[in-house]
């Protein structure tokens, strides 16, 4: 066995010999004895502009050779603006819909054992792992008129699918996960003498849920719901098989894009993406200032 | 004379029936919600039959599709192993200007919608595209062809390796990589022997959630496919070409083996997610840094926000 000492020197050597990459000179704020910065920080440079920020650049190219008002009419015609609407509202009930049960579902499996429950945590994640196709056509066979869920809501007279509704439900499903596993982790740390405190201060149960539990998880709350929000935005292949794809009536933002582009309206499509990619990336904005509340606030 | 406080567990607990109500009211959303759907594929995939189900699968159309599944996630998720290995190498042990930018541009695919992956892609390599017309002159084709395909995959799936190393790797400091430097260990040894070893759980954590998307992507691939059946198929858009052909037993059955896929996916999820947990201490200085890896997003990515 080689004794340390006899080691040592070489490492004690500071390393003025091996010349540093450009990135390293230009960028690193910190030494570091670690070799390999420039060749993993260049493979992903590399691979992070020629797979994503090319091609997203592509569109933003795309549309600034249109003019303006062609601009303007491809992007806010009455139908592209109902497909907002549509996306845009079904986007905000389903994250909506989500935060609630999503704070529900979180709570039970945090707080109450009950048998089954690591099967049902694993279960969650559906919705990540089952494909959209997958998900939208079996979706559409439980809420047609003669499926498992649609033949009862036949009877009250609400139909859900090949309509707005069913759009709503697609999104809802699609968006399940992301307050659960926003939420589990900080409920999961929460301090239980927190609780105690306030109880022994002589606050009831639903004055600790609203005064102390709720606003230590609103951080994570309302970054679980803009996620499904962000997610419900883009969605398509959930979407269209149960929305019945009515214009104006139940055809959404994404799909328009896929029709346009089957119609070689490339600039069309274009616009609309542009549109759509802008509200996600002010999404991604706000979840990243989310996110820096929440850690702020874990910290504190 | 004050009568006695109730005991403090009975008031930081609620009474039990409301603890069995909101149990009831959890399990009856997730039951509509996620148990249903996952029913109704099985339940309709067999309405017809085995025979029905079994020749559905074996079609030579289906197996096509199967056989480009595996194969576009067969290249995209090496390629994302490769990748994120790299940006986590780069991103968590150094500290180096534009890091929280870096970080947040690799998450980008995760906000864009699954269509307009599949359109960009278009402008740059279709007809009238960037590269369309010298694609054309070589005899190339990328979209509505193979190679389209692959390259949507490798972009929705792009930031799934790397977002499960780079906390991790964070976590683990750099403490033993140092070391193994300092003994003379070159880049490559210390990748190999000491970082592969101590992420292997989180790198397949990720392989796991890449390789479920890269095989049920929809929306980007049905754009830059030709839909040509037994050529630039997958399974997710053969189901729907079966299912708009009202071929609804067989595109259930083909759906099936994708609910499987899914099914393994959250088994294999839940069981790595059971050794991260139980992941030995990796350094002395471990207990202190373990309360960082609690939160996962400990990467500081303040700087975009503010």
């Known amino acids: ?300 | 004379m004050t009568a006695p406080s109730p005991p403090l567990a009975s008031r930081t607990q609620e009474p039990a029936w409301v603890r069995r109500t909101l149990i009831g009211a959890a399990l009856a959303f997730l039951g509509a919600f996620l148990l249903l759907p996952l029913a109704v594929v099985f339940a309709e995939a067999l309405k017809k039959g085995l025979d029905v189900y079994l020749a559905a699968i074996a079609e030579p159309d289906a197996l096509a599709a199967l056989r480009l599944t595996l194969l576009a996630a067969g290249i995209a998720v090496p390629l994302n192993v490769a990748i994120g290995l790299a940006a986590a190498w780069s991103l968590a042990k150094f500290r180096f200007r534009g890091q929280n930018v870096l970080l947040t541009l690799i998450d980008l695919p995760f906000s864009v919608s699954p269509v307009i992956a599949g359109l960009i892609y278009v402008l740059l390599f279709g007809l009238q595209g960037w590269f369309g017309p010298w694609l054309k002159a070589h005899d190339l084709q990328v979209v509505f062809a193979v190679p389209g395909i692959v390259l949507a995959t490798v972009f929705v799936t792009f930031p799934f390796v790397a977002r499960e190393l780079i906390p991790t790797m964070q976590a683990q400091g750099t403490e033993q990589e140092e070391a193994a430097r300092v003994l003379g260990a070159s880049g490559w040894q210390i990748l190999r022997r000491v970082t592969l070893p101590n992420v292997r759980w989180a790198l397949l954590y990720g392989v796991i959630l890449c390789n479920a998307r890269a095989m049920g992507e929809f929306g980007a691939v049905s754009v830059v496919s030709g839909h040509v059946r037994g050529v630039t198929n997958t399974l997710p858009l053969h189901i729907e070409i079966l299912y708009n052909e009202y071929q609804s037993a067989a595109a259930f059955a083909v759906a099936s083996l994708l609910a499987l896929l899914a099914l393994v996916t959250l088994a294999a999820k839940a069981l790595v997610e059971r050794r991260l947990e139980r992941a030995p201490p990796v350094t002395d200085a471990a207990p202190e840094r373990a309360s960082s890896a609690g939160a996962a997003v400990a990467f500081d990515r303040t700087a975009l926000a503010s």
């Open chain 1, 1 to 300: 066995m080689a004794s340390p000492a006899a080691l040592a020197p070489a490492g004690v050597r500071r390393a003025p010999a091996r010349a540093r990459g450009p990135l390293s000179r230009a960028l690193l704020t910190r030494t570091s004895v670690l070799p390999g910065f420039d060749l993993s920080l260049g493979i992903t440079l590399f691979a992070l502009g020629l797979i994503v920020l090319l091609p997203l650049s592509a569109a933003f190219a795309k549309t600034a050779t249109m003019s303006w008002p062609a601009f303007v009419g491809a992007a806010f015609s009455p139908r592209v603006l109902a497909s907002y609407r549509l996306t845009f509202g079904a986007s905000l009930a389903a994250a909506s819909v989500n935060a609630a049960f999503g704070l529900l579902v979180t709570w039970v499996l945090v707080r109450y054992p009950f048998p089954g429950r690591r099967i049902v945590d694993a279960l969650i994640d559906l919705p990540f792992a089952l494909p959209t196709a997958v998900a939208g056509i079996a979706l559409t066979a439980l809420y047609a008129d003669n499926g498992w869920v649609g033949r009862w809501l036949a009877l009250a007279g609400i139909q859900v699918a090949y309509t707005p509704l069913g759009v709503f439900v697609a999104l809802t499903f699609i968006g399940l996960p992301f307050v659960v596993r926003t939420v589990q982790p900080v409920l999961q740390d929460l301090p239980r003498e927190v609780e105690e405190a306030a109880a022994t201060l002589g606050a009831n149960r639903a004055q600790v849920f609203m005064r102390v539990i709720l606003p230590a998880l609103a951080p994570a709350l309302l970054t679980g719901f803009a996620l499904a929000f962000a997610r419900a935005l883009g969605e398509y292949g959930s979407v269209i098989f149960i929305a019945g794809n009515l214009p104006m009536v139940s055809e959404i933002a994404p799909l328009l894009i896929v029709t346009k582009l089957e119609q070689y309206d490339y600039a069309g499509a274009t616009a609309i993406a542009v549109v759509l990619l802008l509200a996600a990336f002010t999404l991604l904005l706000a979840i990243n200032a989310l996110q820096a509340w929440a850690r702020r606030r874990e910290a504190a």
